[in-house]
């Protein structure tokens, strides 16, 4: 957040900031839909990237588009809807209907036809392809975006209310910025917090095989994404501004609601690794949240945690919309917007889950891994695998501010870190912590694992009102491990 000056004095300045806001799989095409739908990934049953994890596929058409926050703002709740962006990462496979498939819920589309692209790049509008060049004055797409968002607020009809989804590819790969941004944050580098560069001894294997320290090589890449990544969202900042003054210009600035926030955080070098998300750790599981609106107070600043599950509810909520009507995994916040650190009728504790992706293949540059890896850099290094499947426990209450990791693979290996003392994850207290808090804990993401709609908000281990029944442990642990892979 730091170079956006102009979306936090005009969001988070004028509204609220979420210094707790997570998302429940720290990837792009999982997390996209766990914001559609309200749900956690073993409910959607979008697992990763690819078509073959549901990720836009006829089989999501089917079931959840028809769910989505927007698809019942539209139909039962009277809002005019427009998308403009990046939407699912497959949106746009000719296998999945290609770009023609306008999913459900949207009155204006704008689809980005799959992954980010700042140029060269095919958009859906309406169901048509548009093909877009190289010019930056007629197709950085940032900007694209914006105009398209503006020419929608200038347009729209003024006697139903309306929903707008902007998802601007910024700050993700290829980071190519605007040309009058190009040059700025010369000397910035990648933060130099306590695990910057540091070796993950008691972590899962794969953060273990990355070798530390770094080469000059890689702290260089990463340094220089982190710049770009910069520079990228001095674009987003201006789009935000823009959308604030269109509204403010028209008259509907104060009944409005403004979101703004992100599927996944990143890492750069943190455990040694270079760049990326995919793992369970606060880098890449937490995202920022700002809101600005009717009855929010301005210059607030908020510790409840809150999950990108969490935003649908919201949505809903804020157009009057019985969230109790949906099968929806998360929760509205929008009471909570007056009522500062508290917890007294928030869920404290959500879960968090990821299911790895791995090559069967050797990768031909690092045939000493194996296959089973993939997103390999030139030392060799892997951020994910098949077995870089997990699931967490994120405890966030007076009490405790916890993390308890189990993962599927050989091992069931665990990683638990006191987030108090702890903050940036570098010791495991897996094999020092009390016993009874870990049978606690394991119960926990059982339930959280298999739970659906209400049973996703039962209290956690550090509410006052849980009862911890060992019979209800589950005898074969199987069940719970095979979950996502049976999804």
């Known amino acids: 957040m730091t170079p956006l000056n102009k979306t936090k004095k005009l969001i988070g300045e004028a509204g ?5 806001a997570f ?16 749900k956690y990934p073993h409910n959607h049953h979008v697992i990763n990237n690819t078509l073959e994890g549901n990720c836009s596929s006829t089989a999501w058409q089917k079931t959840q588009e028809p769910k989505t926050f927007p698809a019942l703002l539209q139909a039962y709740a009277g809002y005019q809807t427009f998308f403009a962006g990046k ?11 290609g770009v023609e498939h306008v999913p459900l819920g949207w009155d204006y589309w704008v689809g980005l036809e799959r992954n980010s692209r700042y140029y060269n790049y095919t958009l859906s509008v309406n169901g048509k392809p548009k093909k877009h060049g190289g010019n930056y004055s007629e197709d950085y797409l940032t900007d694209v975006l914006t105009n398209m968002s503006l020419d929608f607020l200038q347009y729209k009809s003024n006697y139903r209310p309306f929903f707008m989804m902007v998802s601007t590819p910024a ?23 306590p695990n910057f560069n540091v070796h993950g001894k008691d972590k899962h294997w794969l953060i273990r095989q990355a070798k530390t320290p770094m080469t000059n090589s890689s702290i260089e890449l990463l340094d220089e994404a982190y ?12 789009l935000v501004e823009k959308v604030v003054k269109r509204l403010e210009v028209r008259g509907e600035l104060d009944n409005t609601y403004i979101i703004f926030t992100s599927d996944n955080g990143y890492h750069t070098g943190q455990f040694s690794l270079p760049l990326d998300k995919r793992q369970l750790y606060e880098s890449d599981i937490r995202v920022p949240l700002l809101i600005r609106g009717p009855n929010i107070k301005p210059n607030q600043t908020t510790g409840l945690a809150v999950q990108n599950v969490d935003l649908g509810p919201t949505i809903l909520d804020m157009a009057g ?3 109790s009507k949906t099968t929806m995994d998360g ?8 009522i500062h650190n508290t917890y007294t009728t928030w869920r404290t504790d959500f879960l968090v889950e990821y299911e790895g992706e791995g090559s069967n293949v050797s990768d031909p540059a690092c045939p000493l891994l194996g296959p089973g890896v993939s997103v390999c850099f030139p030392d060799c290094v892997c951020e994910d695998s098949f077995n870089n499947t997990y699931a967490c426990v994120r405890t966030v209450a007076p009490s405790a501010n916890l993390q308890y990791c189990e993962f599927d693979d050989n091992e069931v290996f665990v990683e638990v870190y006191n987030i108090t003392v702890d903050p940036y994850q570098l010791i495991n207290l897996a094999k020092t912590i009390d016993q009874e808090v870990l049978e606690k804990m ?18 956690g281990v550090y509410d006052a009102r849980y009862t911890f029944d060992p019979h209800l442990m589950f005898s074969n642990r199987s069940h719970r491990r095979n979950r996502l892979r049976r999804a």
């Open 442 to 459: 394991n119960h926990r993401l059982m339930m959280l694992q298999s739970c659906s709609g209400q049973s996703c908000r039962t209290p």
């Open 171 to 193: 700050p993700h790969a290829p980071w190519t910025p605007a040309p009058q941004y190009q040059d700025r944050f010369k000397d910035l580098k990648a933060p130099r917090d």
């Open 227 to 238: 710049r770009k990544r910069w520079r990228t969202l001095l674009s987003v900042d201006d």
């Open 23 to 38: 998302v429940a799989s720290p990837l792009c095409c999982p997390s996209r839909a766990s914001i559609l739908t309200g």
């Open 331 to 338: 929760m509205s916040f929008l009471t909570h917007y007056t």
């Open 16 to 20: 609220i900031t979420f210094t707790n």
């Open 321 to 323: 919309y019985n969230v």
């Open 87 to 97: 939407y699912l990462n497959q949106y746009g496979n000719p296998d999945a209907g």
